[in-house]
C-alpha cells in the first residue's frame, strides 16, 4: 500500500507543478486552489508512504516521478521541445527511480 500512496503522490506532484503554471503566481483564484490542495495530498501521501518506506528512497522516488511528469506534462500540454538529450536525461532519472525501486528494503 505504501507504494500505491507514493505512486499517487508522485502524480499529484505532476498536478501541482502544473497548477504553479497556471495559478500565475497564485493570483488565479481555481489555478491556485487546485494547486494548493493537490500539494496537501501529495505530502499527505508521501508521509504515508514514509512510514514504510526508507526516506531517501520515497523522496527520491516522489522527486523523480514529478520530474519526469511535468517534462512529460510540457511537452504534451504545452508544446515544449523534446530533445535527445532531454529523452537520455529522462531515461536516466527512470533508471534511477527503478533501481531504488527494486533494491529498496521496505
Not at 527520491?60 to 535527445?84: D, K, N, Q
Amino acid at each position: 500500500m505504501a507504494w500505491v500512496a507514493l505512486l499517487l503522490a508522485g502524480i499529484l506532484e505532476v498536478c501541482w507543478a502544473a497548477g504553479l503554471k497556471y495559478s500565475n503566481g497564485f493570483t488565479n483564484p481555481l489555478p491556485t486552489i487546485f494547486t494548493l490542495t493537490t500539494m496537501a495530498g501529495s505530502f499527505w501521501l508521501l508521509t504515508f508512504a514514509m512510514r514504510s518506506i526508507p526516506l531517501g528512497t520515497a523522496y527520491a522516488i516522489w522527486t523523480g516521478i514529478g520530474a519526469v511528469g511535468a517534462v512529460i506534462f510540457g511537452v504534451v500540454a504545452l508544446g515544449e521541445m523534446l530533445s535527445v538529450a532531454r529523452i537520455l536525461s529522462i531515461s536516466l532519472i527512470l533508471a534511477g527511480i527503478v533501481g531504488l525501486k527494486f533494491f529498496s528494503p521496505a
